[in-house]
């Protein structure tokens, strides 16, 4: 009786995690993601990809332009998981690649200012310093190792010079990535006047109180394991979430032989979604309250420019080529990135709080190493992981080993294993796995040192 208790248990916070998940993370920044990532691999000329991250770019060019880049990414390690899908699909070396899969999830602008506010600054600048230096790193080993491989690659995805100046991107896909970037970072940014709600409507529904309770008691939240209580507004867009799969794979999967009436279906509803996703949804006394932030008339003005670029200045083939390729990497992520979350969600469940302070209470190899591997059970998204690694610290985690878990959590979450092994193979991704480990470990004992 014992055991099914747990096991039940553990079922039933792993699916917590994965509802709470989808609910409150996935929406503003992933789908944004999917659809950058298909406009890449789709629209953008395979030279203008490998002349700055291509196998034969200087090193000085394309490892500090794939390292800087996650600065101007608010995303995570699911968000960048796409990205760096395209542009390796599009020619971009094996070093620049995982270099901005390293560096993006760990130093992107919301994850530093978040770790700077709630941990303190010298954790978020040796963030910054350290996860640049050894991403940098992770990519030239990688280059390294896996010369053969690269130059294969680079002969399988080239076909034409890949230094002619004549490669341009026309100026409507720059408009378009611009926008759709926009889309990303106006749904993330947690900036005071995209919170902001600036109209307020109470809609006399009675009886959402309750409803709310029901969705608490079965997903209790609870902070220290990272788990969010499912909302109200995230029962409904998990629910949008759901037709929209429906209508994508029925519209989706023949884009190539053109639209069909599904196929305006899911792009009405993955714009609905978006801009709901940004409303502020909130069960009152009184009734239902809408709140218009900043944020939905934000998104509301992107969406409607970006189907309005689409209309008038693409042709019909390269729309359905860019969502083609943004329905193919949803398929190939999606899944992987479900089971990773609910994985990971039974696994914070199963690990007891005291081996956290037993175990990376102190600033050696082994703790850090064990703070490392926090990151592969104990994944949380880039708003989630900072109050958790906070947690770690009151538990009696050490600032190194902390620094570490901070540093390998994007990168090493059972999720991300899976996808990167899906774009690179089995082989490539045991070696940057091992790598990751080593540098993430070593940042940590050399950040635990000074600090001492």
């Known amino acids: 009786m014992i055991v099914i208790t747990y096991i039940t248990n553990l079922l039933t916070t792993g699916l917590g995690s994965l509802a709470a998940y989808l609910a409150a993370h996935v929406i503003l920044c992933l789908l944004p993601a999917f659809f950058i990532a298909g406009a890449l691999t789709a629209l953008i000329p395979k030279e203008t990809i490998t002349k700055y991250l291509g196998k034969n770019a200087p090193k000085w060019v394309s490892y500090p332009a794939s390292a800087i880049s996650g600065f101007v990414l608010a995303v995570c390690s699911c968000t960048i998981m796409p990205l760096f899908a395209g542009i390796y699909k599009k020619g971009a070396g094996i070093g620049p690649a995982m270099t901005f899969l390293f560096v993006g999830p760990a130093v992107n602008i919301l994850a530093i200012s978040f770790t700077g506010v709630q941990i303190g600054m010298d954790i978020a600048i040796a963030r910054i310093v350290l996860a640049l230096i050894f991403g940098i790193g992770i990519g030239l080993f990688m280059a390294l190792l896996f010369s053969k491989d690269d130059k294969a690659h680079h002969e399988a995805t080239n076909n034409s010079d890949l230094f002619s100046k004549s490669a341009k991107i026309p100026l409507r896909i720059w408009i378009l990535l611009v926008l759709l970037l926009s889309i990303l970072i106006a749904g993330t940014l947690q900036v005071n006047f995209l919170k902001k709600s600036y109209i307020d409507v109470i809609l006399p529904i009675s009886g959402i109180n309750n409803l709310q309770d029901v969705l608490n008691r079965l997903v209790p939240p609870n902070p220290a394991l990272g788990i969010e209580s499912i909302s109200f507004h995230g029962l409904i867009l998990i629910g949008l979430l759901t037709l929209f799969a429906i209508a994508a794979l029925l519209g989706f999967n023949k884009i190539d032989t053109g639209f069909n009436f599904l196929t305006y279906v899911a792009l009405g509803l993955i714009t609905l979604t978006l801009i709901f996703a940004s409303i502020n949804l909130i069960a009152a006394p009184t009734g239902l309250m809408l709140g218009f932030t900043g944020k939905f008339f934000a998104e509301t003005i992107l969406l409607a420019s970006l189907w309005l670029l689409m209309a008038r200045y693409f042709k019909m083939n390269e729309i ?133």
């Open 320 to 452: 359905q080529g860019w969502l083609w390729e943004t329905w193919h990497f949803v398929q190939q992520i999606i899944p992987l990135l479900i089971a990773g979350v609910f994985v990971a969600g039974m696994a914070r469940a199963a690990i007891p709080a005291i081996w956290i302070s037993t175990l990376a209470g102190k600033n050696t190899f082994w703790a850090n190493l064990a703070g490392v591997l926090f990151g592969v059970f104990m994944y949380f998204p880039t708003l989630v992981e900072v109050p958790i690694a906070q947690t770690f610290l009151s538990l009696g985690m050490h600032r190194g080993p902390l620094l570490a878990y901070l540093l390998a959590d994007p990168e090493l979450s059972l999720q991300s294993i899976l996808i990167t092994n899906t774009v690179i193979g089995k082989k490539k991704t045991a070696v940057y796995v091992i790598l990751v480990t080593i540098f993430s470990t070593l940042s940590g004992l050399l950040f635990g040192w000074l600090i001492s």
